[in-house]
């Protein structure tokens, strides 16, 4: 069984951390309960959250159980990025990464002990117990190497992911973890007439979170409390692109700095704080105003 870590340093907000723990493992228990039922639950997070170390945890959870898992993510960095966070968390888990063609693993991941990278026909005759690809290539390989056959379909950044791919891949699990950044931007399309479904029920354009809300609105929706990014003085202005999503700051004030130098003067080391495995450097990536 993968547990959440503890982490004893007085640099973080105790309290704050519990919280966020609590709600994880009453996801993970959900989930397990639902396991093999046509339903789903919602992770919703902020920036910084610890989404893919929750994946990935959970993932090591399911599989403990017995239960065959599908984990996707829109893009292939993504899904890629996923692969060694499972080892690290899990390195005793085998790991099928079906890819797409030119799309194979880097190679410091693909020599972890257990990664394999098999075609999408070979996953399914050796019913591999956990397969990790992007969700087109998922969709792809249900439909056309008739992939299937799984407990849970998990997808991470699912708020990433539109209504239309998630509508392909959705058969390959009765279970579904949708995971997801509640404060990304929406899924576009560049074609001239990309909001003639806009406003439907099946609208394709829509999260994978959206369309799975709007047709079965009594999906519970769990809502993630903790930031392990933001410093608490930044926390009230992150809230306004999260409205009804309350959430704080794992590190104590003071913690993280930002220091501004002139050109040409030494570089200032700040201290930092952050969950292993998660990224340490701060980013504007979100459009939405207040």
């Not at 996707?72 to 996923?82: E, G, W």
């Not at 797409?100 to 005759?125: C, E, H, K, M, Y």
Request: charged share 20%; aromatic share 6%; hydrophobic share 40%.
């Amino acid at each position: 069984m993968t547990a959440q870590p503890a982490f004893a340093d007085d640099r973080l907000d105790q309290d704050v951390v519990a919280a966020a723990a609590a709600v994880q493992e009453d996801m993970r228990a959900a989930l397990t309960r639902l396991a093999g039922q046509e339903a789903a639950v919602v992770a919703a997070a902020p920036a910084g959250a610890g989404k893919s170390h929750f994946v990935a945890a959970t993932v090591g959870r399911l599989r403990a159980e017995g239960l065959r898992v599908a984990l996707a993510a829109p893009t292939n960095d993504q899904v890629q990025s996923l692969v060694g966070r499972v080892k690290q968390l899990n390195p005793e888990l085998p790991v099928a990464f079906v890819h797409g063609q030119g799309r194979q693993l880097p190679p410091g991941i693909a020599a972890l002990p257990g990664v394999t990278q098999p075609s999408a026909a070979d996953a399914q005759s050796r019913q591999d117990p956990l397969v990790i690809a992007t969700v087109d290539k998922l969709a792809d390989a249900f439909l056309r190497n008739g992939l299937a056959g799984f407990d849970v379909l998990v997808i991470d950044e699912a708020y990433q992911a539109d209504a239309a791919r998630y509508y392909t891949a959705a058969a390959l699990a009765p279970t579904h973890l949708l995971v997801g950044d509640t404060g990304q931007l929406d899924p576009f399309s560049p074609l001239d007439d990309a909001t003639w479904w806009r406003g439907g029920p099946e609208d394709p354009l829509q999260t994978a979170v959206g369309v799975l809300l709007r047709n079965h609105p009594g999906t519970p929706v769990y809502q993630i409390p903790v930031s392990w990014r933001l410093e608490p003085r930044a926390v009230p202005v992150a809230r306004c692109f999260y409205p009804g999503h309350p959430f704080s700051a794992a590190v104590r004030p003071g913690v993280r700095e930002l220091r501004l130098t002139r050109p040409g003067s030494p570089p200032s080391t700040p201290r930092s704080t952050r969950q292993p495995g998660t990224a340490g450097r701060m980013s504007l990536s979100r459009a939405r105003r207040c």
